[in-house]
């Protein structure tokens, strides 16, 4: 089991989460039906660790026994395959232009992981098309695979890319570090999400910790500023400490959750993996076209 401080940190997150009321949310239970969890992973500033993030939480997820399907959305500078070491023969650009199918894209991962490759370089599609971005949803929807979770991996800042990943996913995960431009670049990337694509729910992992303190006086300076300025909720979702062997995990070319499931980063990782899976995310449309938007009618009308 974890030591005692991780609990107290929660303990402590969740006081802070109470402070910080959540939007009425429909209660739905992930067990016995079909439904597919979509969680975007996007940060304003680059370099943060959104990729290391996506990378480990769908590891600990698929740890967990849940369906992981990773999509790299970051068509300009992909590299979810390069930090599982694959080598993938087709990626998105692919699809988008025609010649491929999502099955012919999809490639495994450890364990049970399925990754969507974008391919490095993708110049073509750093903005998409109208009938590409439409392509993608019905080409998801209609997959015969089924998924738990759909984690997207998105590139930095606020390209129009960027709005459509989020605003696609039923979830999304705003990653920054302690560091006050991070800051300041997440409160600036939920502020457009909101005040011009109407987002209002947002969850926050606060990455390359030192204390666990660090994390929640992020999470402190995020909810004050935007409980003044701006009509969102934001819940703490965890932190993750920084990590030197994350250099040694990036040259093996393997993630450090199964190079040192052990440590305390692994651990933090897991326990964000816990938290998601029993905090699943609402699943009323948001109003706007997300993927898998027909199983999610589907499941409504189950209810
Ligand atoms: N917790 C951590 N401890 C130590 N190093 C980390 C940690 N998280 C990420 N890194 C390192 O920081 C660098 C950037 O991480 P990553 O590529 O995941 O960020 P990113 O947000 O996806 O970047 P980009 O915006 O370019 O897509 C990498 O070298 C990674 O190994
Ligand atoms: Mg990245």
Redesign the pocket.
Known sequence: MTNSSPHTSTDQAKTLRDLNPQPDSVSFQQEGNQSTSVYSIT?GK????????VANLAYALTCKGKRVLILDA?LG?A?IDVVFGLTPEYNLNHFFSGEKELHDIIIDGPLSLKILPAGSGLQNFTRLASHHKIRLLNALDSMDDHFDFVLI?T??GISENVTYFNTAAQEIIV?TTPEPTAITDAYALMKLLSTQYHEKKFNLVV??IRTEEDALDVYRKLTMVSNRYLDISIDYLGS?????Q??E??RKQKIISELTPESK?SQAFKQLATRICTEPPQLTPKGNIQFFWNKLLNVEDNR
């Open positions: 940060s680059g370099g943060v660790g959104k990729t290391a993030v970051d500078l590299n991996d590139e930095a990653v990455n390359q993750i400490p920084e990590d030197r994350m250099v995990s990036i980063i």
